[in-house]
């Protein structure tokens, strides 16, 4: 069992569509970090939200912790065939750098 | 900045034989931590390493080990390999111990074993 949930699990959507992904847990985190990562590299940090109900933007994606620090959003605008890859979350339940990483969801965008 | 770098790359082993992994983290970085990538379990952490000592660990079998030397560069070792020991090898460093702090990931060492 996860302790983070994504969904969905895969997104196939066609250039210029909206998308939001959620990272679901029953656990509270210290921080939360959303991560993207490419073939046969390694995940690369996007954002870390670490107050309760805090919005971060990041030109067209949009990351939101929730209020009681158990789940958060990533929101993409106008998806460009560049956002493909696999979206991760991690949470870290307290002051240490032990990250507990969803199963990630594979997004596809298509020109 | 040079990023975090790890070597092998790639690397094939068969059952039963031991592996050493390396992970130089970016300079001034203390803190390092390893992690399994496979598809049916995603993500998993091994542990995490601060200063030499190890601070965090995963629930992984004891074959996994690690240690981290005074230039902050990590070594990781699986013994008895096993077939299910077929992943990709992450490490990642942080400028310290903590939870704000990011994580900046290397490319990953693929191994399988067969």
């Known amino acids: 069992t996860q302790l983070l949930e994504q969904s969905p699990q895969f997104l196939s959507i066609q250039e210029g569509e909206n998308l939001t992904v959620y990272c679901n847990s029953s656990s509270v985190f210290s921080s939360l970090q959303w991560y993207r990562q490419e073939p046969g590299e390694g995940p690369v940090l996007l954002v870390t939200?670490?107050?309760?109900?805090e919005v971060k933007k990041l030109k067209r994606l949009t990351f939101q912790f929730g209020d009681a620090r158990k789940d958060s959003s990533l929101h993409i605008t106008a998806a460009q065939p560049g956002d493909t890859g696999l979206y991760l979350c991690?949470?870290?339940?307290?002051?240490?750098?032990?990250?507990?990483f969803g199963s990630g969801t594979k997004l596809n965008v298509k020109p | 900045k040079a990023g975090v770098t790890q070597t092998p790359r790639y690397l094939i082993k068969t059952r039963g034989q031991q592996v050493t992994l390396s992970c130089s983290p970016i300079s001034g970085h203390r803190s390092v931590s390893w992690y399994q990538q496979t598809p049916g379990q995603g993500l998993q952490f091994l542990f995490e390493?601060?200063?030499?000592?190890?601070?965090n660990k995963g629930n992984f079998p004891g074959r996994f080990s690690g240690r981290q030397f005074s230039n902050s560069r990590s070594e990781m070792n699986v013994s008895t390999l096993e077939l299910g020991d077929s992943a990709l090898y992450l490490c990642?460093?942080?400028?310290?111990?903590?939870?704000?702090?990011?994580?900046?990931f290397g490319p990953g060492t693929r191994l399988t074993v067969l």
């Open positions: 990642a460093s942080s400028p310290t111990s903590g939870t704000y702090n990011e994580q900046f």
């Open positions: 991690a949470g870290a339940p307290n002051n240490f750098n032990k990250f507990y």
């Open positions: 939200v670490v107050t309760g109900g």
């Open positions: 390493y601060f200063s030499e000592t190890q601070r």
